[in-house]
């Protein structure tokens, strides 16, 4: 049974392939049109480069046509009605990822395909795409970015080679989920473009468009939550007896370790002059808020040691205190609070827009 089996495939190969040629399209006239039923299946986001605005994917692009000089009578062949052939051995559609931002721009993997008795012929190829994204980074970690994938022939125009998505939509069944990425929406569209060097002949692609919006919980915890951390430090600095010396000395350190932390969580944020994203605008307001504190105790440490020997005090002060120490924890106090209210101010007036904006859209 076996060896009858073999015996059968091997002759049908023999057989379709004695007169074949894998160049010329497979049309019974040569006026008629190849019709490839196109679609992409997404497997994983591997990764989203913001600075080289590069996103790189893992796909299947199954392909699907019929090729008029592969059929067969099954009873001619032992009842064989599907055979699995190398994919280089046949003619293909050249399918180009345009968008591509590395060097390779076609489907090489040569895997087999499926060819059936009527001609079918279905080719699956996996590909890693690295595809052109412009990557909007304003309102990152808070921020959604639209992808697209464009899929077109290379050499075939509209004319002679049709390519149909299969789904309005990708496939996303075997999707495996992201870690900082999450899919909220994704679509295909045909587009019919007509180029200036030939006004007169369509060139078809397909065109597949992904929102992605990213999950921001690593960056909420290791780089807003730390500089809000350390701006509320900063606040308490006021809450320091002036008597105790230790305002200086809080302050530089507070500064310190925040330009130890910046230093290190840099490497984070998408290092691209484009635009600043709202972490930065974040990490900015926390520096300066630091500076502000710093500046603002030295005068209040000047004002805790004055006396009326080394400067002259104005009417209204007098009669507020007799002495500059009351001032300067007058000062303390109200700052404590004026400082706490511009921390909680200053991070809902970067973050609670965008936050708004995404809650509105959900």
């Given at each position: 049974?076996?060896a009858?089996?073999?015996?059968?495939?091997?002759?049908?190969?023999?057989?379709?392939?004695?007169?074949?040629?894998?160049?010329?399209?497979?049309?019974?006239?040569?006026?008629?049109?190849?019709?490839?039923?196109v679609?992409?299946?997404?497997?994983?986001?591997?990764?989203?480069?913001?600075?080289?605005?590069?996103?790189?994917?893992?796909?299947?692009?199954?392909?699907?046509?019929?090729?008029?000089?592969?059929?067969?009578?099954?009873?001619?062949?032992?009842?064989?009605?599907?055979?699995?052939?190398?994919?280089?051995?046949?003619?293909?559609?050249?399918?180009?990822?345009?968008?591509?931002?590395?060097?390779?721009?076609?489907?090489?993997?040569?895997?087999?395909?499926?060819?059936?008795?009527?001609?079918?012929?279905?080719?699956?190829?996996?590909?890693?795409?690295?595809?052109?994204?412009?990557?909007?980074?304003?309102?990152?970690?808070?921020?959604?970015?639209?992808?697209?994938?464009?899929?077109?022939?290379?050499?075939?125009?509209?004319?002679?080679?049709?390519?149909?998505?299969?789904?309005?939509?990708?496939?996303?069944?075997?999707?495996?989920?992201?870690?900082?990425?999450?899919?909220?929406?994704?679509?295909?569209?045909?587009?019919?473009?007509?180029?200036?060097?030939?006004?007169?002949?369509p060139?078809?692609?397909?065109?597949?468009?992904?929102?992605?919006?990213?999950?921001?919980?690593?960056?909420?915890?290791?780089?807003?939550?730390?500089?809000?951390?350390?701006?509320?430090?900063?606040?308490?600095?006021?809450?320091?007896?002036?008597d105790?010396?230790?305002?200086?000395?809080?302050?530089?350190?507070?500064?310190?370790?925040?330009?130890?932390?910046?230093?290190?969580?840099?490497?984070?944020?998408?290092?691209?002059?484009?635009?600043?994203?709202?972490?930065?605008?974040?990490?900015?307001?926390?520096?300066?808020?630091?500076?502000?504190?710093i500046?603002?105790?030295?005068?209040?440490?000047?004002?805790?040691?004055?006396?009326?020997?080394?400067h002259?005090?104005?009417?209204w002060?007098?009669?507020?205190?007799?002495e500059?120490?009351?001032?300067?924890?007058?000062?303390?106090?109200?700052?404590?609070?004026?400082?706490?209210?511009?921390?909680?101010?200053?991070?809902?007036?970067?973050?609670?827009?965008?936050?708004?904006?995404?809650?509105?859209?959900?």
């Amino acid at each position: 049974g076996l060896a009858m089996c073999y015996e059968d495939e091997t002759r049908l190969v023999e057989d379709l392939f004695k007169d074949y040629n894998k160049v010329v399209r497979p049309v019974e006239d040569h006026r008629d049109a190849v019709v490839v039923t196109v679609g992409l299946q997404l497997i994983q986001l591997i990764s989203v480069d913001e600075v080289n605005q590069i996103v790189t994917t893992n796909v299947r692009l199954k392909q699907q046509w019929t090729d008029v000089n592969l059929k067969w009578n099954p009873d001619d062949y032992g009842g064989v009605k599907k055979i699995r052939i190398p994919s280089d051995d046949i003619w293909r559609p050249d399918l180009v990822l345009y968008n591509n931002a590395d060097g390779d721009f076609a489907i090489v993997k040569y895997t087999k395909v499926l060819l059936e008795h009527t001609g079918l012929i279905t080719w699956t190829p996996p590909a890693i795409f690295k595809s052109y994204c412009e990557i909007i980074v304003t309102h990152f970690p808070f921020d959604q970015q639209n992808c697209s994938m464009k899929l077109g022939t290379w050499t075939y125009d509209g004319t002679v080679v049709v390519i149909n998505p299969e789904s309005d939509r990708p496939d996303l069944s075997n999707f495996m989920e992201s870690g900082e990425w999450v899919m909220k929406d994704y679509r295909g569209w045909k587009h019919w473009v007509y180029y200036a060097c030939c006004p007169d002949t369509p060139y078809l692609d397909i065109t597949y468009h992904f929102l992605m919006q990213r999950l921001p919980l690593y960056f909420i915890v290791n780089v807003i939550i730390p500089c809000l951390l350390f701006s509320f430090l900063t606040g308490f600095v006021f809450y320091l007896p002036t008597d105790s010396g230790e305002k200086m000395t809080l302050s530089i350190s507070v500064l310190l370790s925040l330009t130890v932390f910046l230093l290190v969580i840099v490497e984070l944020i998408p290092s691209t002059s484009s635009a600043v994203p709202l972490i930065g605008k974040y990490m900015l307001f926390t520096m300066v808020f630091v500076i502000a504190s710093i500046i603002i105790t030295v005068i209040v440490i000047n004002t805790h040691h004055r006396s009326p020997s080394t400067h002259t005090m104005p009417h209204w002060v007098r009669k507020a205190a007799e002495e500059w120490k009351f001032v300067a924890m007058v000062l303390d106090h109200l700052l404590l609070g004026i400082f706490m209210l511009v921390c909680i101010i200053g991070t809902l007036a970067v973050f609670a827009g965008r936050l708004i904006e995404l809650n509105q859209q959900e």
